[in-house]
């Protein structure tokens, strides 16, 4: 090989690294608002959250070599989410919602006035809920990650997964008052209030 | 599928058998609340400062890639 042979592959090798560092960076920025999400569920505070995402994004980047291409971006993140939220953010998130009420009450959302309300209160009832059965509850219930990517992700059986999940609608139906078929009749303001949400909000 | 029913149930879960019963309108309405506050945040507009971090640390990995590759020439 000629020294000029050696400089090309090099350069050829160079855009190989850039063009992969170019696609890993595409993939973040796509899972942002996702990770966000997740961490503003997780720790009750979107301030909190915010930094719980800054810091995923920050172990991920140096840990990209981890990713393994082809199996799913979102898990791998809201692993690297999941694990930095309860070594580091766990106290944290418990004082600010001590000293500052929850993101429940505070948050600004993007739906009409009326859902907002409706919104407020079922956060304030997820956020009630133990960590560990939230948290599932939102990965399989919002986030689109299946129930193996969820067992995956936490660290435990498919069938812990289910009870949880199981566990913590039962909670919500309660907390929300919503526990029998006739509390769902169009008479009961907390159900026709769910109701609302719904369809306003979900894939506007 | 017998693996995943063997793996059902949780040991430490005696609630297991009165969860599995729940209305389907409750579940769906949960359901529903429950991707109305997820996409609420989802839908939220993104800080730049996150785009600016990526930006940088792409930056940093591409100054550090030309060094070295200066140096290997």
């Known amino acids: 090989m000629s020294p000029s042979d050696t400089a090309l592959a090099g350069r050829t090798e160079t855009l190989a690294q850039e063009r992969r560092t ?8 796509r899972e942002i608002p996702n990770l966000r999400a997740f961490a503003a569920s997780l720790s009750g505070s979107i301030q909190l959250a915010d930094d719980l995402v800054q810091d995923t994004l920050l172990k991920a980047w140096g840990n990209s070599d981890k990713f393994e291409p082809g199996t799913s971006l979102r898990a791998w993140l809201f692993t690297i989410l999941r694990n930095t939220y309860y070594s580091l953010y766990r106290k944290r998130g418990r004082e600010v919602q001590d000293s500052e009420g929850t993101y ?48 995956e992700i936490c660290g435990v059986a498919i069938g812990t997964i289910k009870s949880r999940v199981n566990r913590a609608r039962t909670k919500l139906a ?10 769902l009749g169009p008479s009961h303001t907390n159900a026709a209030a769910m109701q609302r949400v719904g369809p306003e909000s979900v894939g506007s | 599928m017998n693996r995943l029913d063997a793996a059902m149930t949780e040991p430490d879960d005696p609630d297991e058998g009165f969860d599995l019963v729940m209305d389907p309108k409750v579940q ?46």
């Open chain 1, 22 to 29: 170019e696609d890993f960076k595409d993939g973040l920025i």
């Open chain 1, 104 to 151: 429940a009450e505070r948050m600004a959302t993007h739906g009409n006035q009326e859902s907002h309300l409706d919104l407020a209160d079922f956060r304030k009832a997820l956020a009630k809920l133990p960590e560990e059965q939230r948290e599932v509850l939102i990965m399989v219930g919002a986030t689109g990650l299946s129930y193996e990517e969820a067992a």
């Open chain 1, 174 to 183: 309660e907390l929300l008052s919503i526990g029998s078929v006739d509390d």
């Open chain 2, 28 to 73: 769906e309405s949960i359901g529903r609340s429950l991707k109305a506050h997820y996409d609420d945040i989802v839908n939220a507009p993104v800080p730049d400062k996150f785009l600016v971090l990526l930006a940088q640390l792409e930056a940093t990995e591409q100054r550090v890639s030309g060094v070295s590759r200066d140096e290997s020439q």
